[in-house]
Structure formats: C-alpha cells, structure tokens
C-alpha cells in the first residue's frame, strides 16, 4: 500500500523541503520472504521501520508523542536561553547605564568587536606590505597630492610614526579621478574597458556626451524614451529618500538613465516615433486626401505640374506647392509611414546617422590618443598610429560618411517611380564600396546609367575612391611594422611594460635603516 501524503495533522499546510512517500508492505509470515522484502528495500536507501504488534501499537505512539513533546519544550528552553545569552552579551556593560539615562540605545558589543576585527584585518594586511627593520616597518604608499597633507598629519600626529614625501623614483604613479555622483557611472563604464595611466587624458568626459547619445540613436521613440527620462529623473529628484528603499542600485545610476532618455527622447522626436507610430507635429507637406498623377515630359523634372487624368504614378502632393518647395519644420514628415519607400528612407536616417556618428566616436579616441602621445612626447605613436590610423579610418569610413551626406543632398520622391531618376539610378553605397575593393572601380553595366553621388561622372568617383583605398592599403603595414622595428632598433631605451626600476627605492631604504641603527646606538649610548 502507498501512502501519498503522510502527514501527521499538526504538520498540515507546512511545506516540505523533501516530501518523502510511505510504503506499507504487508506479507505472510515467513524467514525467506521477510530477507527478500528486506533486501529490496534497503537497495531504495529509505528508512525501514517494523511494524509494532497491534497490541502494542497505540502504546508505543503514545509514548513517541510524548518523546516529541520533551525534545519540542528542550528546543525552546535552549532557544530561549541562547537568545538571552546574545542579549545580555550584546551590550557594553559600562556605557549601558549611561546610555539608557542619556536616551540612547545601549550599543552593541557584537558589532563593536566586528569593526575592531575590520580594522585589526586592514591594519595587518597593510604591514604585510611593509618591510620590518628590527624595530620599525617600512612602506611606500600613493596619494593624490591634495589628500597629503591630511595623511601626513595623521600619520605624524603619532608618536612612532612618520611620513615624508618620496619623488626620487622612476615608477609610473596609478591613475586617480576624482569623481562626483554625476561622474561616477560614466568612469566606471570606461574603467571596464581599460583605466588610462597617468596623466592620459580622461574619457569618462567625452562619453558623458557621446553614450547616452549613442543609446538615443538605437533606442530613439518618444514613448519610450519618456518612460526612462521619468524613471530617471524620478531616481535624480528624490535620490536622499530612495537610498532606503530596495530601488537602492538605481540610484546611483540615476543620472546615466536620466541622460539616456533624455538622448531616446529627442532623437525619437527626430525620428517622428511615438510607440513605433508616427505623429503629425506639424503641418505635413502632403495632403493625404488629395493625389495626383504624375506627368513630366523628361521624367526627370520634379517642378513639374500634377496633373490627374493620365496613366502615370500616383503622388502625394501640397497644394499649390511641390515636393522640392517644400520642407518639414524638424524630424519625418509622417506621411512616409505610408509610403513604399518607408523603410529606405527610414534606414536612410537611423543607420546612416548611426554610421556616421560610430565613425565620429572612433575618430575622436584616436584624437585624444594623439593629446596623449604628444603630451608624454611618444612620437612614434604620433605618427604610426594617430596619424596613420587617422588617414585610414578616413581613407574608408570617412569616405563612406562623405558618400552618405552626398546621397543625402540627392531629392528622394515619396513613391518609386515618381517622375524622377533619383529613386532607382542613385547608387548604393555598400555597391560602391564592394565595386571598389573587389572590382578596382570597374561599374557593372547594370550601373552605368546612375547619377554619381560625387563628381562629373562615376568614372571620377571611382578613381577618387581607388586613390584612397591604395593609401589605405600602404599605410596599413606601416602602422603594423614600423613601430615594432623602431622599437627593437632602440630596445635600450625602452621601458617594458609592467617592468619599473627600484634601485633609488633600495638606496632610500637603507638610508633610512642606517638612521635607525645610529639613533638605537646614540639611545643605548
């Protein structure tokens, strides 16, 4: 017999870690068939319990119920008295009375052997630092030079120890930035990726603009964007009184979200999204309950006059206006929502923006690398990786962002075949760029008839893009061998990484334990 739910009834709608099941096998009387019983339910690793006589039975539970309720009062008892035992050890026993009379609390001798063991730990872990010299220890330790002062004050405030400022050493100081509630998120985002040494220009800066901005680009809608611009400034306004909630660890954070939606906010507004729907902020420069065919005599005319009756494409027109008159105040014209060049026009903004400010974003880290170089004099970085990767970064990308802002200034119509060449003959600038690389600037026939985006003709385009793409590919090695060369020519000059030179701190310690030996000697003297 199985039993499902074997619970005694004062253990009803308690939950069991390991709820365990019940077997009652019942058999005939017999040696052999107990020691097979036996064997099988042993080979289960359960719990097995003989079954009492009936007789028996009731006494033996009785007698357990009374066994469980002594270890039950024993289980009270103790927890009673190690609870008192806590209490009365919890407390110092000469501030108690002067405490209760003064309104304080008593404090508590746990926690002030917790911090006397917290400071007993950092005191030892700072001299195993140290070196012992008989009686003393001696230890070198890094600022910043505004803390000095108060250090030094501190540490000769007492009687055995004194402090004095070292600068006879060639070791490269560990990089300190102060930083602010407002800065800290930012610094900590760019020390992820890598700490500059010292003094290198700070990053943090920059990206204080640029991440939050960058995220806008990704993450632009109004709707959305709002969501985070309440949720941070919600965080920012009432930060003192939040601290003691469990929205602790958005707090700290609160200027990062407050920026960011800020950022998805505008640039929503930009791209005329609200929730993924678009919204007429101002008066459109189409009218939605009038269209007209489109009728020019060269098809390429775009000043041309509407006019219905002909078999032409169907365009959305201004009144009285034209489509090349006619300009939305700021962001998307929400009609493009319905037209069939949406997404073209969409990808035209979002990932070409996108593009344009992720080469932005990289060329300004190789400027601020060049700040670094010539501060710290190290010119052959100047020139083999600022300047070169400058040139490449520019000789490719550079001139990807150049053809994007040309295809721009190129009039887009509304529908696909609209009385202009634009649509279909502008060129794609991804087939620019693989016509480049892999066809030498040779146009497919496909492609001959396209407007170019830069010069008379495609032909010249393609030789400006082919002129950049060899002064890409002949500064590439030298950005990659010439600093390794030039630093193998003068291996003598150059500091290693994470090599530093301690024979001036050698010398300074035993200066410093020779003072020691004379001043014990005069002492004993």
Known sequence: MHVEQFLHPEMEGVKSINPKSVYIITFQDGQTIKDKITRICDSFTGQRYDLPETADLYTQIERMKQTIENQRLVYENTKMQLRQ????????????????????????????????????????????????QSNSFLGYYWAPQEYFPKIQNALNSQTATKTVAYDNHNIMPPTFFKTTDLTRMWQTIVDTYGIPTYQEANPATISMVTFPFMFGLMFGDMGHGSIILAFGLFLTLFADSLKKTALKPFVAGRYLLLFMGICSTYCGFIYNEFFALPMQIFPSCYEL?????WVSPDNNNLDYPAVVGNDFEWVYLKPNSTISSCTYPMGVDPVWSLSDQKITFSNGIKMKMSVIMGVLHMQMGIFIKGTNSIYHGRWADLFTEVIAGTIILLGLFGWMDFLIFAKWFLPMNIQTNAGTTTNQNAPSIIGILINTVFNMGAIPPDQKTYVPLVGATQEKMYNIALILLLVVIVLIPCMLYCKPCFFRHKASHVELHGEVEFSNIVGEENQYNSKIQREEDQNMD
């Open 289 to 293: 309950g009038k269209r007209y065919q």
């Open 85 to 132: 035992q806590l209490i009365d050890f919890d407390r110092i026993e000469g501030n108690l009375q002067a405490q209760q009379v003064e309104g304080r609390k008593p404090s508590s001798t746990i926690y002030v052997y917790k911090m006397f063991l917290a400071k007993e730990k950092a005191l030892y872990q700072t001299l195993n630092m140290m070196k012992s």
